[in-house]
């Protein structure tokens, strides 16, 4: 299929998210090599290797049940507190293998920061409280709360909606700002990385569109590392894609990886071309 | 307008006919033969109702509507019946002891009063502040325990979680009589406190321990793994994690169980026997002497042959039920008490 084709098949223009993807490919931020991960006795990911260069955005897209969810959880070790949970090979943040017994865990999740599937915004707290959470919960100090306040959800794209309620219970937002509050929260601990596990699967295309626009903007900051069901949104929001696929009974693995307009303008494999076409998955 | 609500005038009528006919032929039974009135309801009443409802059903729905009626008559049934069994023990309550209720019955002490003493002297003062006293220690004392028992079982899920489980379970099932036995010899008669609001507390967190950690336990099971998982992803460790997320998100239910731990010891009477004693002077040192308490007091004043200490003791325990019914209003509101504004 030539790249036109695929533009019309996918309503995409593919020269306007070349035209965007401008990131120069520095160092690594982070790198995963040779993991594989286990539920007891189940192998469920073997072999994957990535590298997510730094302040560039990072698609992992492939059908449900293929890993994607559990490989983005072995990036800031949220993976080892599911009971049973095992893992070979390493993953590198800054060089340094975080799985390292001398590394504590909770210090590699305050830098690699996480917004989840379902919003889960603390229904203890206020908006202004949800924000600073991390803060508190991190027992990180930064002056000028009030700042990282405003800041934090400008970047999120939800300071013009909440800033006149910011003590009002974060349980009353809908479900689209609630997200976006989960990210401000993310946000406010400064972290380098930012994990995102299909951030708008939950959320309508307005809401959608406000959280892509985030994500571009922070990639100029942050390393963003995206799961997503979503094609357009990889071609949309990712410089680099990896493909997951977990075939009949195998562990789920990595079929193909490189630039998004490779991966969808022209791919190697005939699965990756059958299933960013929609073919399966 | 609410259209769902109208219904065809033959379904109304034959409800009606079916609500009637039943209740008229109780009522002519109840005056015409001397049928105990439970027996008229459980033995005649009910069938006669289900029948009548029934065929009332299977004339406006078919045979469809009959299974509906039989569910709807006996659910009907078994909550009038809780209801009325409700009503009957705070009705025999007012009869009997609303005589006793006064401004100094509630607030003087029985130091100069005796059993036959009339209703306008004395008052059951000493014995509230004592049961308030004794139950705050208890709550003092179990409320954290049962909270970190179950923070354990839910939060840390260590090896020994089974065990524990376990041992709450058996801990629950422990007389109370026994639990009063227990902190008798091993506190009182040790010498190491003299029977007081304080041993009394004890006996009383024996037993409401078991209940506040299982109720904790399952409402801290409640709090979905997202909120967990999120304020770990914000580099929380364990502990912050369950101080300031988890718990918050489940104050309401650990209030609830905080009001059944309260409800499950409030009206024992046996432990408080054993390890708080009894005194007629108003106590509120709570590790000094002996003290009295509501329960105690109306277990010492309702077998008395003199008609004025009973009714005393049935004035107690109506003051009893009100004092509970106050604090799980109050427990109530400041568990509703939501964020922001």
Redesign the interface.
């Known amino acids: 299929m030539s790249t036109a084709e695929f533009e019309d098949v996918m309503d995409l223009d593919i020269e306007g998210v070349e035209a965007s993807t401008v990131h120069p490919v520095g160092p690594a931020e982070m790198e995963a090599r040779d993991v594989s991960v286990w539920f007891g006795q189940r192998k469920v990911l073997e072999g994957v290797n990535i590298v997510f260069p730094k302040k560039t955005v990072t698609a992992l897209i492939g059908p449900s049940g293929c890993g994607k969810s559990t490989f983005i959880r072995t990036l800031?070790r949220?993976h080892e507190?599911i009971p049973g949970a095992a893992l070979a090979g390493s993953v590198l943040y800054e060089g340094k293998d975080i799985y390292d017994a001398a590394v504590d865990p909770?210090?590699i999740?305050?830098?690699i920061?996480?917004v989840?599937q379902?919003p889960?915004p603390?229904?203890?707290?206020?908006?202004r409280?949800n924000v600073l959470?991390?803060l508190?919960?991190?027992?990180?100090k930064r002056d000028n709360h009030d700042d990282i306040v405003e800041e934090t959800l400008t970047a999120a794209g939800l300071w013009n909606e909440v800033k006149d309620r910011l003590?009002?219970?974060?349980?009353?937002l809908s479900g689209g700002q609630q997200q976006r509050l989960?990210i401000a929260?993310?946000l406010a601990?400064q972290p380098h990385v930012l994990l995102m596990d299909e951030p708008c699967s939950a959320l309508d295309p307005a809401s959608t569109l406000k959280i892509e626009e985030t994500i571009r903007e922070l990639s100029k900051e942050v390393t963003i590392i995206i799961v997503t069901h979503n094609m357009q949104q990889a071609v949309r929001v990712s410089d680099y894609t990896a493909f997951f696929l977990a075939e009949e009974g195998t562990p789920g693995h990595v079929v193909e990886q490189g630039a998004t307009t490779e991966i969808f303008g022209n791919p190697q494999e005939q699965r990756t071309l059958d299933y960013v076409n929609g073919r399966f998955g | 307008m609410r259209p769902w609500r109208k219904k065809p005038t033959r379904f109304t009528a034959s409800v009606t006919l079916a609500v009637v006919i039943p209740a008229l032929i109780v009522a002519a039974l109840y005056l015409t033969s001397d049928i105990p009135v439970p027996i008229l309801l459980v033995v005649i009443y009910l069938p006669l109702q289900l029948i009548a409802s029934g065929i009332a059903a299977w004339a406006t729905k078919g045979t469809r509507g009959i299974a509906d009626s039989v569910i709807i008559v006996n659910a009907i049934g078994a909550s009038l019946f809780s209801v009325i069994v409700l009503v009957s023990v705070i009705g025999s309550l007012i009869v009997r002891g609303l005589r006793a209720l006064s401004p100094h019955f509630l607030f003087q002490n029985s130091v100069y009063i005796s059993p036959s003493t009339p209703l306008d002297y004395g008052g059951i003062g000493h014995s509230l502040v004592g049961t308030l006293l004794i139950v705050f220690i208890a709550s003092l004392i179990s409320v954290p325990i049962g909270i970190a028992t179950a923070v354990y079982i839910t939060e840390v899920r260590g090896r020994a979680v089974p065990y524990v489980r376990f041992f709450v379970q058996a801990m629950s099932g422990v007389p109370s009589v026994v639990a009063g036995l227990f902190i008798l010899t091993i506190v009182v008669a040790t010498g190491a406190f003299n029977q007081s609001a304080f041993a009394g507390g004890l006996a009383y967190a024996i037993l409401m321990l078991p209940t506040v950690a299982r109720t904790a336990e399952e409402v801290l099971k409640l709090v979905p793994d997202d909120l967990r998982t999120g304020a770990l992803a914000l580099g929380s460790t364990r502990a912050r994690t369950v101080l300031r997320v988890v718990i918050p998100a489940a104050r309401t239910g650990i209030i609830t169980a905080v009001i059944l731990g309260v409800a499950r010891v409030i009206g024992e009477t046996a432990p408080l026997l054993l390890a708080a004693g009894n005194n007629d002077q108003t106590v509120v040192n709570p590790f000094g002497s002996p003290i009295s308490s509501v329960p105690t007091y109306i277990f010492n004043n309702v077998a008395l042959p003199y008609p004025d200490a009973v009714t005393r003791a049935w004035g107690s325990a109506l003051v009893l039920i009100i004092l509970v019914a106050i604090l799980f209003t109050l427990a109530r509101v400041i568990g509703r008490g939501r964020v922001g504004r």
């Open positions: 800031n949220l507190l909770v210090s999740r305050l830098q920061g996480m989840f379902k889960n603390f229904p203890s707290m206020t908006i409280g959470s991390g508190k919960l991190s027992g990180m003590g009002n219970a974060a349980g009353d989960v929260r993310a601990v």
